[in-house]
């Protein structure tokens, strides 16, 4: 049997930029849409495969919401066509609140968009702004409200936490709101500052280390008390909603990436676009291609793997590398396991609550 | 080439404290003499080593040949020998000042005599040289010629009738300081006809020529195609050139006579065979016994030197190896160390030495390196009554086995303005030292004179001396003896493990506050890490001070980036490259700085 594919697309456009954001999204290039479009629908059909069973679809951006819907349906047109979609395929879109319609809605879901990724970040209105957000807290909402009556039943709200000036009780108002929305899926992330963005420009005033920790810790406790399990640093969802698309990056599955500056990982090679639109539209495609050899995939699998809450499988561990997980990693492993920074069981290897706090160090000792 | 004429010859050296103007002066008799054209100058020209030209210190003799038009119309050969002037490199101008007859004592116009004025002076009046004092720095407006030239008189007791008052910078006095080179240094004496002796004063590495020797021929000649015999060394080699050294180059001649300086190439590939201090003669008709060579030196510090990367120790091999070559003063054998690797136990003059040869490998060879707190020889009375000499704190047997121990002391000259007198007491108390003497001289002057531990004397005393007398004393120093002392081991435990690159050996009394100040020095220099470390320090197990690194708040990525994982693969790769250069110490790592942090003053 063949394994599933997921799918990425990459949608580089928006209205304006976020001051945080180092993504590739070109607002005001209107011009290139149709362009960019063409190229792309011929990137998908020429990776066609029809044996290849796709377990899900994700548009993500930039902001998908504001390029017109024909686009995106000719886009999922294209995937249906050019590979095995399955029918219970989990088919995600990226939303900027601020671009939502109902009209546009009922055209997604009727293209078979089943998934709603709402970019909440805040609701806070002048933290919104502050960042440069396009939309209020009431236009996130009347979003939900709107995907609700469109028939969406998995819907995701992407929080930001660490944002400049950002109290404590902001950040609990702001989790407490998205709770009472009841989404089936919440994302929280932490405001990264990047070079050459906007915000990192004004050199401003993040939280400090402690404050982020409680941040984080805060929406843990608000989530899970809601009945939002924790399945990935970032992520809480309702029993039966981890994004599965998310999960199979996670896991090393297969993933075709459409679209500028989209990632893949195919027949044991990770490669990616151009993210420059000229580039894209130049034709050029799959670059940096790189073939991942055992001993990388192993460190990968650390990587990912430690960043979910149910951790690296044993199982799934041997049957892929030919060895036991700690594979020569037993004092790291037994090092963090005695700080409390890890579990390791009959079936699994998993960082604990605090050793997700440090993910990264967990890691690097286990390398 | 003319008649050889012995009476036409001048070998000298320049002796000075360390900035009074030595290479200045050198530079001025170079360019006056004409061996160097105006437009080749740079300044310092016999300090080629870059390191010698960014210190403004001279590391390494040198002997240069000049040739002078005298106004009695007669030509003279003039060859200088360059010694450096710190206090560490004594042995460098010991090994020099053989080679000569004279030397030209050069004294600052406004800063007088200093303490290693007068240790230069007494080698050289150990040497049996002739003393030229000469008065540099005459056009700045603190000079005081006239306060100087009474103090070299009183203190050192040398005529200064017609001493030289120069401006080296200026170009003042130079031709008066060639025209008493040439009336006070007297000519070499050594018969040419006897059989060769020429006693081997320095050597160098050339690409081209293989390994030379630089000499002092004391007896005999030596010319192209001449059978050579290392005395010492039993080798033999058959002369491809000699000649002597002229700035940036070599100088051919035909032969090399008794009471010339210069240099003979062989086609020596291993520097090995040429051992300064040994006698050259000739392998056909040899002399009967080898010239008096040098006493070996003893490093008085030592410390460990390690890779930081530990893939690169065989580099550090090879590079200590070449240093080595021709600078006799360097020792250093291979050791290995729990927290640090393999590395290798290296032994110095002292700190300057010590300084100048890591900066060396970490220039010259581009390595990187850790270091250990350097460390003096102890000496350790077994209750076996066995004694052992230890250069190594990890060494150290354990408490019951010793029945007492030693430190080495030094005789310290220190010179300084009078006011100054009460802090340098001061200072000298602290650093648990033992008055001797003090003396009054020109110039509103003092000369003290302390017994000193040398333990103290590399820990900070030069830094500390400078600072409490804004800069104006000086300080000489020569080892004393050892003296029974009360001595402990300071262990540094990191998260409850020794770490034995950190220990070190300190007097009972300074155990507490030396311990407190390295804790608190690792506690900035190691990273917070996953769990929290507490820092120890500890004597025979008893713990004396306390730190704690916290611990790593967070460390971790909450960013969407969807299936780009090559940041995440990038800021890895970044973190492990981190991680190599840090050394493990049972769990804690720890950055090569720490290491060095012991060395830091307050």
Same mark, same amino acid.
């Given at each position: 049997?063949?394994?599933?594919?997921?799918?990425?697309?990459?949608?580089?456009?928006?209205?304006?930029?976020?001051?945080?954001?180092?993504?590739?999204?070109?607002?005001?290039?209107?011009?290139?849409? $149709?362009?960019?479009?063409?190229?792309?629908?011929?990137?998908?059909?020429?990776?066609?495969?029809?044996?290849?069973?796709?377990?899900?679809?994700?548009?993500?951006?930039?902001?998908?919401?504001?390029?017109?819907?024909?686009?995106?349906?000719?886009?999922?047109?294209?995937?249906?066509?050019?590979?095995?979609?399955?029918?219970? =395929?989990?088919?995600?879109?990226?939303?900027?609140?601020?671009?939502?319609?109902?009209?546009?809605?009922?055209?997604?879901? =009727?293209?078979?968009?089943?998934?709603?990724?709402?970019?909440?970040?805040? +609701?806070?209105?002048?933290?919104?702004?502050?960042?440069?957000?396009?939309?209020?807290?009431?236009?996130?909402?009347?979003?939900?409200?709107?995907?609700?009556?469109?028939?969406?039943?998995?819907?995701?709200?992407?929080?930001?936490?660490?944002?400049?000036?950002?109290?404590?009780?902001?950040?609990?108002?702001?989790?407490?709101?998205?709770?009472?929305?009841?989404?089936?899926?919440?994302?929280?992330?932490?405001?990264?500052?990047?070079?050459?963005?906007?915000?990192?420009?004004?050199?401003?005033?993040?939280?400090?280390?402690?404050?982020?920790?409680?941040?984080?810790?805060?929406?843990?406790?608000?989530?899970?008390?809601?009945?939002?399990?924790?399945?990935?640093?970032?992520?809480?969802?309702?029993?039966?909603?981890?994004?599965?698309?998310?999960? =199979?990056?996670?896991?090393?599955?297969?993933?075709?990436?459409?679209?500028?500056?989209?990632?893949?990982?195919?027949?044991?090679?990770?490669?990616?676009?151009?993210?420059?639109?000229?580039?894209?539209?130049?034709?050029?495609?799959? $670059?940096?291609?790189?073939?991942? +050899?055992?001993?990388?995939? $192993?460190?990968?699998?650390?990587?990912?793997?430690?960043?979910?809450? $149910?951790?690296?499988?044993?199982?799934?561990?041997?049957?892929?590398?030919?060895?036991?997980?700690?594979?020569?990693?037993?004092?790291?492993?037994?090092?963090?396991?005695?700080?409390?920074?890890?579990?390791?069981?009959?079936?699994?290897?998993?960082?604990?609550?605090?050793?997700?706090?440090?993910?990264?160090?967990?890691?690097?000792?286990?390398? | 080439?003319?008649?050889?004429?012995?009476?036409?010859?001048?070998?000298?050296?320049?002796?000075?404290?360390?900035?009074?103007?030595?290479?200045?002066?050198?530079? #001025?008799?170079?360019?006056?003499?004409?061996?160097? !054209?105006?437009?080749?100058?740079?300044?310092?020209?016999?300090?080629?080593?870059?390191?010698?030209?960014?210190? &403004?210190?001279?590391?390494?003799?040198?002997?240069?040949?000049?040739?002078?038009?005298?106004?009695?119309?007669?030509?003279?050969?003039?060859?200088?020998?360059?010694?450096?002037?710190?206090?560490?490199?004594?042995?460098?101008?010991?090994?020099?000042?053989?080679?000569?007859?004279?030397?030209?004592?050069?004294?600052?116009?406004?800063?007088?005599?200093?303490?290693?004025?007068?240790?230069?002076?007494?080698?050289?009046?150990?040497?049996?040289?002739?003393?030229?004092?000469?008065?540099?720095?005459?056009?700045?407006?603190?000079?005081?010629?006239?306060?100087?030239?009474?103090?070299?008189?009183?203190?050192?007791?040398?005529?200064?009738?017609?001493?030289?008052? /120069?401006?080296?910078?200026?170009?003042?006095?130079?031709?008066?300081?060639?025209?008493?080179?040439?009336?006070?240094?007297?000519?070499?004496?050594?018969?040419?006809?006897?059989?060769?002796?020429?006693?081997?004063?320095?050597?160098?590495?050339?690409?081209?020529?293989?390994?030379?020797?630089?000499?002092?021929?004391?007896?005999?000649?030596?010319? *192209? &195609?001449?059978?050579?015999?290392?005395? @010492?060394?039993?080798?033999?080699?058959?002369?491809?050139?000699?000649?002597?050294?002229?700035?940036?180059?070599?100088?051919?001649?035909?032969?090399?006579?008794?009471?010339? /300086?210069?240099? *003979?190439?062989?086609?020596?590939?291993?520097?090995?065979?040429?051992?300064?201090?040994?006698?050259?003669?000739?392998?056909?008709?040899?002399?009967?016994?080898?010239?008096?060579?040098?006493?070996?030196?003893?490093?008085?510090?030592?410390?460990?030197?390690?890779?930081?990367?530990?893939?690169?120790?065989?580099?550090?091999?090879?590079?200590?190896?070449?240093?080595?070559?021709?600078? @006799?003063?360097?020792?250093?054998?291979?050791?290995?160390?729990?927290?640090?690797?393999?590395?290798?136990?290296? &032994?110095?003059?002292?700190?300057?030495?010590?300084?100048?040869?890591?900066?060396?490998?970490?220039?010259?060879?581009?390595?990187?390196?850790?270091?250990?707190?350097?460390?003096?020889?102890?000496?350790?009375?077994?209750?076996?009554?066995?004694?052992?000499?230890?250069?190594?704190?990890?060494?150290?047997?354990?408490?019951?086995?010793?029945?007492?121990?030693?430190?080495?002391?030094?005789?310290?000259?220190?010179?300084?303005?009078?006011?100054?007198?009460?802090?340098?007491?001061?200072?000298?108390?602290?650093?648990?030292? @033992?008055?001797?003497?003090?003396?009054?001289?020109?110039?509103?002057?003092?000369?003290?004179?302390?017994?000193?531990?040398?333990?103290?004397?590399?820990?900070?005393?030069?830094?500390?001396?400078?600072?409490?007398?804004?800069?104006?004393?000086?300080?000489?120093?020569?080892?004393?003896?050892?003296?029974?002392?009360?001595?402990?081991?300071?262990?540094?435990?990191?998260?409850?493990?020794?770490?034995?690159?950190?220990? *070190?050996?300190?007097?009972?009394?300074?155990?507490?506050?030396?311990?407190?100040?390295?804790?608190?020095?690792?506690?900035?220099?190691?990273?917070?890490?996953?769990?929290?470390?507490?820092?120890?320090?500890?004597?025979?197990?008893?713990?004396?001070?306390?730190?704690?690194?916290?611990?790593?708040?967070?460390?971790?990525? @909450?960013?969407?980036?969807?299936?780009?994982?090559?940041?995440?693969?990038?800021?890895?790769?970044?973190? !492990?490259?981190?991680?190599? #250069?840090?050394?493990?110490?049972?769990?804690?790592?720890?950055?090569?700085?720490?290491?060095?942090?012991?060395?830091?003053?307050?």
């Amino acid at each position: 049997m063949v394994n599933p594919l997921s799918i990425y697309i990459h949608i580089p456009f928006c209205r304006s930029k976020c001051a945080y954001c180092d993504f590739a999204s070109y607002p005001g290039r209107e011009d290139l849409w $149709e362009a960019y479009f063409r190229a792309l629908f011929s990137e998908i059909e020429q990776a066609s495969d029809r044996e290849r069973r796709v377990e899900t679809v994700f548009f993500g951006g930039g902001t998908p919401s504001f390029v017109p819907v024909a686009f995106i349906g000719e886009a999922l047109e294209g995937v249906a066509k050019a590979f095995d979609l399955a029918p219970g =395929a989990e088919v995600t879109l990226e939303a900027n609140p601020g671009t939502l319609t109902p009209e546009k809605l009922a055209a997604y879901r =009727a293209m078979g968009v089943n998934r709603l990724s709402l970019g909440a970040q805040s +609701f806070d209105a002048a933290l919104l702004r502050d960042v440069g957000r396009i939309h209020t807290p009431e236009d996130v909402e009347a979003a939900v409200r709107m995907a609700r009556a469109a028939g969406f039943e998995n819907v995701s709200l992407d929080l930001m936490y660490a944002l400049p000036g950002q109290a404590m009780n902001q950040w609990e108002n702001t989790l407490r709101r998205a709770i009472e929305l009841s989404p089936e899926h919440v994302s929280v992330y932490s405001l990264i500052v990047e070079e050459h963005t906007p915000i990192a420009a004004r050199a401003p005033e993040i939280p400090d280390d402690d404050e982020v920790v409680e941040m984080q810790r805060l929406a843990t406790a608000l989530l899970e008390e809601a009945g939002y399990r924790r399945y990935e640093i970032s992520n809480y969802a309702r029993e039966g909603f981890r994004c599965r698309h998310n999960v =199979a990056y996670w896991k090393r599955a297969e993933y075709l990436g459409f679209g500028a500056a989209a990632h893949s990982f195919f027949s044991g090679e990770r490669f990616e676009n151009p993210a420059g639109l000229e580039d894209y539209l130049a034709g050029r495609r799959r $670059e940096n291609r790189k073939r991942i +050899f055992s001993a990388e995939a $192993e460190e990968e699998a650390i990587l990912l793997g430690t960043r979910m809450c $149910e951790g690296i499988s044993l199982s799934s561990f041997r049957s892929e590398f030919g060895r036991d997980f700690p594979a020569g990693r037993e004092a790291a492993v037994q090092k963090l396991v005695e700080g409390g920074l890890a579990v390791l069981d009959r079936d699994a290897f998993f960082l604990t609550e605090r050793g997700l706090e440090l993910q990264s160090a967990a890691v690097l000792e286990l390398l | 080439m003319a008649q050889f004429d012995q009476s036409r010859i001048r070998n000298f050296c320049i002796i000075a404290h360390i900035d009074h103007g030595k290479s200045t002066l050198a530079d #001025r008799l170079l360019e006056k003499t004409g061996v160097m !054209k105006l437009r080749d100058m740079t300044d310092q020209v016999l300090d080629s080593m870059e390191l010698e030209r960014e210190r &403004g210190i001279t590391i390494k003799s040198k002997a240069v040949r000049m040739s002078y038009q005298a106004p009695d119309g007669e030509v003279y050969e003039l060859n200088l020998i360059d010694t450096p002037g710190h206090v560490d490199f004594t042995y460098e101008v010991s090994r020099a000042l053989a080679a000569c007859e004279g030397a030209v004592l050069v004294v600052d116009a406004s800063q007088g005599i200093e303490a290693q004025t007068l240790a230069n002076v007494y080698m050289a009046l150990d040497h049996d040289l002739e003393i030229l004092p000469v008065i540099n720095k005459i056009d700045l407006p603190s000079a005081r010629p006239d306060v100087v030239r009474h103090e070299i008189e009183d203190e050192i007791g040398l005529d200064t009738e017609g001493c030289p008052l /120069v401006s080296a910078k200026q170009g003042i006095g130079i031709d008066e300081v060639l025209e008493a080179i040439v009336k006070v240094v007297p000519p070499p004496k050594g018969d040419v006809t006897a059989p060769l002796q020429a006693l081997i004063f320095d050597s160098y590495y050339d690409n081209y020529r293989g390994a030379i020797s630089s000499v002092r021929v004391q007896a005999g000649s030596v010319r *192209i &195609g001449d059978r050579i015999r290392m005395m @010492a060394g039993g080798r033999e080699f058959d002369v491809t050139e000699v000649g002597a050294f002229i700035p940036g180059g070599y100088f051919p001649t035909e032969a090399l006579n008794a009471g010339e /300086v210069g240099y *003979i190439a062989a086609s020596i590939k291993d520097i090995a065979d040429i051992r300064v201090g040994d006698t050259i003669t000739k392998a056909d008709n040899p002399a009967k016994s080898p010239l008096p060579g040098y006493k070996p030196v003893l490093p008085m510090v030592y410390c460990g030197i390690y890779p930081a990367d530990g893939a690169d120790y065989e580099s550090l091999r090879d590079a200590l190896a070449k240093l080595r070559l021709n600078d @006799a003063a360097l020792s250093y054998e291979p050791e290995t160390s729990v927290a640090l690797g393999y590395g290798f136990r290296s &032994g110095f003059l002292g700190l300057l030495h010590m300084e100048i040869i890591q900066e060396r490998l970490e220039r010259e060879f581009d390595l990187d390196l850790v270091t250990t707190a350097p460390s003096v020889v102890y000496k350790v009375v077994r209750t076996n009554n066995e004694v052992v000499m230890i250069d190594n704190p990890t060494n150290l047997p354990p408490v019951q086995e010793i029945a007492w121990m030693e430190e080495p002391f030094v005789d310290a000259q220190v010179i300084s303005p009078q006011e100054y007198v009460g802090a340098i007491m001061e200072l000298c108390q602290d650093k648990r030292g @033992a008055f001797r003497d003090m003396k009054y001289v020109e110039g509103g002057r003092v000369v003290l004179h302390y017994d000193l531990p040398l333990n103290e004397v590399i820990y900070d005393f030069f830094d500390q001396l400078k600072s409490r007398t804004r800069g104006y004393a000086s300080l000489d120093y020569e080892l004393k003896g050892y003296v029974k002392s009360d001595l402990v081991k300071l262990d540094m435990l990191l998260n409850g493990e020794q770490c034995d690159a950190l220990s *070190i050996i300190v007097h009972r009394d300074r155990a507490y506050p030396r311990g407190r100040s390295i804790a608190e020095k690792l506690k900035d220099a190691i990273p917070r890490q996953m769990f929290e470390i507490p820092i120890q320090a500890a004597i025979g197990g008893k713990v004396i001070a306390r730190e704690t690194v916290k611990a790593l708040r967070k460390d971790v990525l @909450a960013k969407c980036y969807g299936g780009d994982i090559t940041r995440k693969k990038k800021l890895l790769e970044k973190q !492990k490259e981190g991680k190599k #250069r840090m050394r493990q110490v049972g769990s804690v790592a720890v950055p090569s700085e720490a290491f060095m942090a012991v060395l830091k003053m307050d």
